[in-house]
């Protein structure tokens, strides 16, 4: 049981560039969602999904697009890569029949840098 | 959304309990109280999870007053593993889980 899968593990970019990071969960579960994490700060959120074909924002969406085409898979696009956007990318998802708020399930990060 | 306050690090020694309190005045009727634990360059990870007195697990205890506007984890008898930062997470159903700047917990022999 793989859990949550993101990929690529490691990028880097030029300024400009476009890259899409995938996260793929094997769990079936409804709620996905994209973190990012800056060094030494806690986790912000991006964008989010509570099912296939949904996607609302998070707390710092600009400059991010999210699609949620399969249940299994949550992407996270960046059109025009800036040095801001340098950071680690988490993705997670849960189970909404959980009790409570559900318990997050993270990857293993996609450290992204933007030169 | 509830805005959690925690303290931005704590130091420990090996043995001792921690006890690391989160503040959230405007938690919701709805809302369960979540940790998470977080190890450099690894995701968080699912520790406690309560909604009011006290939750207790194989790795540590949740404590909850009844106004709900904090909540305490503690763990018994850390050790130089339980180095790590820790996540207050104040959940208002699944849709928008925010963190917050988290509790950088050091332990030392």
């Known amino acids: 049981n793989a859990g949550v899968t993101q990929t690529p593990k490691f990028r880097v970019l030029k300024t400009g560039q476009s890259m899409t990071l995938l996260c793929a969960q094997d769990?079936?579960?409804?709620?996905m969602y994209w973190y990012r994490q800056d060094p030494g700060m806690g986790l912000r959120l991006i964008h989010y999904?509570?099912?296939?074909?949904?996607?609302a924002k998070g707390e710092v969406p600009d400059g991010y697009n999210v699609s949620r085409l399969k249940k299994q898979n949550f992407l996270l696009g960046l059109e025009s890569a800036a040095p801001s956007q340098t950071s680690v990318y988490f993705c997670?998802?849960?189970?909404?029949?959980?009790?409570?708020?559900?318990?997050?399930?993270f990857g293993e990060g996609s450290r992204l840098t933007v030169l | 959304l509830a805005k959690t306050t925690q303290p931005i690090s704590m130091d420990s020694y090996e043995g001792q309990e921690v006890n690391i309190t989160c503040s959230h005045n405007?938690?919701?009727?709805?809302?369960?109280i979540t940790w998470y634990q977080q190890f450099p360059s690894q995701g968080p990870r699912f520790i406690i999870q309560?909604?009011?007195t006290k939750v207790t697990n194989e790795v540590a205890s949740l404590f909850i007053p009844a106004d709900r506007k904090s909540s305490t984890l503690s763990l018994p008898r850390v050790s130089l593993s339980d180095t790590a930062v820790y996540y207050c997470?104040?959940?208002?159903?699944?849709?928008?889980?925010?963190f917050g700047t988290g509790t950088r917990l050091l332990v030392s022999p």
């Open positions: 997670a998802s849960t189970d909404p029949t959980s009790q409570g708020s559900g318990e997050l399930f």
């Open positions: 997470l104040v959940g208002r159903g699944f849709q928008k889980l925010v």
């Open positions: 999904s509570v099912g296939e074909g949904t996607t």
């Open positions: 405007n938690i919701a009727t709805n809302d369960y």
């Open positions: 309560g909604y009011k």
């Open positions: 769990m079936n579960h409804e709620y």
